[in-house]
């Protein structure tokens, strides 16, 4: 791009058109994703920016890096172009991963409370193995909440607002209605039957893919600047293994709650979220061979070695 520049501005999506979207606008060498966010949402008379999408105009794939420069922007350079689209009202990443995992906590913790209310004989006392799963369910997500507060540096401002709902619909009915109905009953496997030594090799198990993924969570965080969205080819932590440990680390830790729990809805939540921890994790190799080429080593897993 030359010192200025005019760059065309058409729809994403024509049945959805943006009111008040200029034709094109100015930009210089230094204008960045985010910077063309800001100019179209102020000129179209939107209040957040982050509502706006930029997309290529030939692959109609957003440029997710939103301090990427358009100058170093290939298809945007060549083309002169950037297809736009209202993507709707936001919510930030943060804020929507504090209030997923908080659902999982307060549920368990109201079910454990409420307990003789809840069941046919629930008076009678928890077994060591529900109170086992009890602490495993708190300290995970206590862990989360954690991590989300403190440790995790997120690329994208926002996410759209119904994504919220889809998350906690995942983590409030399948990690805390189910789950806690079926492992805190009177009449549960976990409560039924307590093998002292399945349930310690379940907590080695559990505190293992822990502390793995915290490890591997504080090293990702490592590997970016506070603000930034660069990425690096990371090393060591299981990615000589697989593409994404620390999803690895994740189904570790919840076999151990399974075989404590003994429990088929423990087994529902943690198979449709490692169906789409897969996902995320092909998409995840997918950028680091387009974005590293021959300096990124690729690999054959992506979550769990010799198997996916």
């Known amino acids: 791009m030359a010192s200025s520049t005019t760059l065309k501005l058409s729809h994403r999506s024509p049945r959805q058109p943006i009111k008040n979207l200029p034709p094109t606008v ?6 960045t994703v985010e910077d063309l966010k800001i100019l179209i949402a102020k000129k179209a008379g939107i209040s957040d920016h982050n509502r706006i999408g930029i997309f290529d105009t030939k692959t109609k794939k957003t440029l997710k890096d939103r301090k990427a420069r358009l100058a170093n922007e290939e298809a945007v350079v060549s083309s002169g172009e950037v297809l736009v689209k209202d993507l709707g009202m936001q919510v930030g990443w943060r804020l929507t991963y504090f209030i997923e995992y908080l659902g999982p906590l307060a549920i368990h913790a109201a079910f454990v409370a409420g307990r003789s209310s809840i069941y046919k004989n629930g008076s009678s006392p928890m077994s060591s193995s529900q109170w086992l799963a009890f602490a495993m369910f708190m300290g995970h997500f206590l862990k989360r909440e954690f991590e989300t507060l403190f440790i995790h540096k997120f690329s994208a401002n ?8 889809k998350n906690c619909g995942h983590y409030w009915a399948l990690s805390g209605l189910l789950s806690a109905y079926f492992v805190y009953s009177p009449t549960s ?8 030594a399945i349930d310690a090799v379940a907590t080695a198990l559990f505190l293992f893919g822990e ?18 969205t660069e990425r690096k080819i990371p ?16 189904i570790v830790a919840w076999l151990g709650v399974i075989a404590v729990t003994r429990s088929w809805a423990v087994v529902v939540f943690i198979v449709v979220g490692a169906v789409q921890m897969y996902a995320w994790a092909k998409g995840k190799e997918r950028a680091y061979r ?19």
């Not at 496997?189 to 002292?196: D, E, F």
């Open 189 to 196: 496997l976990a409560a039924t039957a307590n093998p002292a």
């Open 211 to 228: 502390v793995g993924n915290a490890l591997v969570h504080l090293y990702l965080a490592s590997l970016r600047s506070a603000g930034g």
């Open 26 to 31: 100015d930009v210089d060498p230094s204008t």
């Open 158 to 165: 926002t996410m759209p607002l119904r994504n919220i709902f």
């Open 235 to 250: 090393v060591g932590y299981g990615f000589n293994l697989v593409t994404c440990p620390n999803y690895m680390y994740e």
């Open 290 to 308: 387009t974005e590293f080429g021959e300096r990124y080593k690729k690999k054959r897993y992506v979550i769990l070695p010799g198997l996916a």
